[in-house]
C-alpha cells in the first residue's frame, strides 16, 4: 500500500543550527514528491517538489531535500534554522493514480525553535 | 488576491445544523481538492474535481458530506446534520492540471460544532 511515514512528531532544535526532517514513502514507481510547510492558522504552502532530474532539489526559504531512491527517503534540510522557520511541515507523495492528482499526506513534524 | 480563497475561516455551529464552507481557487485552475485536517494531522482527502465533474469522492466521511463545483470555478462544501466528529479545519486546493502540479492551500474554514 502506498503511504508517508514522518518519523519525528516533534523536532527541537537551537536558532541558527542545521536541521534534517525525515520523510520515508512506499509507493509503486517513482512519485512526486513534496514538502510543505503549515504555519498556525494557516494553510499549506509549497517548500518545494521533486519529479526528475537532479536528487538534490532547492526549495524557498533556505531549503533543500535529496531524493533517495535506495532508501525511499526524501529529507528535508536546511543549514541553520530561525525562528521564523517554527511550523509543521508535511511531507507528500504523488499522484494516487493517474486520473487522480490526490497526494498521500504525512502526519507531519512540528518543529520547535530553541532561542 | 491571487491565492485560493476560503470563506469563513471560523464557523461555530450547533449539533444538527447545516453548513456551507466555500473555496474560490485560483484563476484557470482545472483541479481543486477539498481535504478535512484534525487537530495535530496531516490533511485527509475528502474529494476531488476537475472543472465542474466530481472525478473522486471516496474520502467523504458520510453521505452527510456533499461538494459541488457547478461552473468549474468556486467550490462548495456542504455538511448536513453537523455531528461534533466534523469538527476539524477544512483546507481547499487547487492546481494546474497535470499530476506534477503542486496544490495550492487556502487558510482553511476552521469548523467547531457545539
Known amino acids: 500500500a502506498q503511504s508517508v511515514t514522518q518519523p519525528d512528531i516533534h523536532i527541537t532544535v537551537s536558532e541558527g543550527a542545521s536541521l534534517e526532517l525525515r520523510c520515508n514513502y512506499s509507493?509503486?514507481?517513482?512519485?512526486?514528491l513534496f514538502w510543505y510547510v503549515q504555519s498556525p492558522g494557516q494553510g499549506l504552502q509549497l517548500l518545494l517538489k521533486?519529479?526528475?532530474?537532479d536528487t538534490l532539489v532547492q526549495g524557498i526559504k533556505g531549503f533543500e531535500a535529496e531524493f533517495k531512491r535506495s532508501q525511499s527517503s526524501f529529507n528535508l534540510r536546511k543549514p541553520s534554522v530561525h525562528w521564523s522557520d517554527a511550523a509543521e511541515y508535511f511531507c507528500?507523495?504523488?499522484?494516487?493514480?493517474?486520473?487522480?492528482?490526490?497526494?498521500?499526506w504525512g502526519a507531519g513534524t512540528k518543529l520547535i525553535i530553541k532561542p | 488576491g491571487a491565492g485560493v480563497s476560503q470563506s469563513p475561516r471560523y464557523k461555530v455551529a450547533k449539533r444538527g445544523q447545516d453548513v456551507a464552507l466555500r473555496c474560490d481557487p485560483i484563476?484557470?485552475?482545472?483541479?481543486l481538492f477539498w481535504y478535512q485536517q484534525a487537530l495535530g494531522q496531516g490533511p485527509e482527502f475528502l474529494t476531488y474535481?476537475?472543472?465542474?465533474?466530481?472525478?473522486?469522492k471516496s474520502g467523504l466521511p458520510s453521505d452527510r458530506f456533499f461538494a459541488e463545483r457547478p461552473e468549474g470555478s468556486v467550490s462548495t462544501l456542504k455538511i448536513q446534520r453537523t455531528q461534533q466528529e466534523d469538527s476539524a479545519v477544512y483546507l481547499c486546493?487547487?492546481?494546474?492540471?497535470?499530476?506534477?502540479?503542486?496544490?495550492?492551500f487556502g487558510d482553511g474554514t476552521r469548523l467547531s460544532i457545539l
Open positions: 507528500a507523495v504523488g499522484p494516487l493514480m493517474d486520473s487522480n492528482y490526490q497526494l498521500i
Open positions: 509507493y509503486g514507481a517513482t512519485p512526486y
Open positions: 521533486y519529479f526528475s532530474g
Open positions: 484563476s484557470g485552475h482545472v483541479s
Open positions: 474535481f476537475q472543472n465542474e465533474a466530481q472525478l473522486d
Open positions: 486546493a487547487s492546481s494546474s492540471q497535470g499530476g506534477d502540479q503542486p496544490q495550492h
